[in-house]
């Protein structure tokens, strides 16, 4: 009886532990490079496990998914030039899941951000959030926050 009763407390830890762990289909790397004397590109990329998806900045309702976003904290230190870009191939469908048509990204995606730094800022700190789901689940929203240096 004791034995049991240990052996189905082990258990029971044990599938405590397996909900613990977070998964994370979407690994974020972070990048800069200089255009010009004072435009650079931040670049963000996204790398997407299988079966996994990432959504894009704009989707059709925002009933839908999260899309993903971007933010910067010194924003006074340098210009945004246009908007993100998304460099990647972009699925536009309708979706089960959400009942709508939305647009997300699969394997890989890159977002471009062109900034001028007019004042000279040492270097760019922002976070991206973001939401991933596959067939069967979503993930709640993600924040990261990157810092990219400017030298």
């Not at 200089?34 to 670049?43: A, C, F, G, R, T």
């Not at 908007?83 to 939305?102: A, L, P, R, S, V």
Request: net charge negative.
């Amino acid at each position: 009886m004791k034995i049991n009763i240990l052996g189905a407390l082990f258990f029971t830890l044990l599938s405590f532990s397996s909900f613990g762990q977070k998964a994370m289909p979407v690994k974020w790397s972070f990048d800069i490079e200089k255009v010009s004397e004072s435009d650079y590109d931040i670049i963000c990329t996204a790398n997407i496990q299988t079966g996994w998806y990432l959504y894009a900045q704009k989707q059709e309702s925002n009933m839908g998914p999260i899309p993903t976003s971007f933010s910067f904290d010194n924003l006074s230190d340098f210009e945004l030039v246009g908007e993100f870009k998304e460099i990647g191939d972009k699925i536009e469908k309708f979706d089960d899941y959400f009942e709508m048509n939305i647009a997300k990204y699969a394997q890989s995606v890159k977002f471009v951000q062109r900034v001028k730094n007019t004042k000279k800022a040492q270097n760019v700190k922002g976070s991206v959030e973001f939401m991933t789901c596959d067939d069967h689940q979503c993930l709640p929203p993600t924040n990261i926050e990157f810092t990219l240096n400017f030298k």
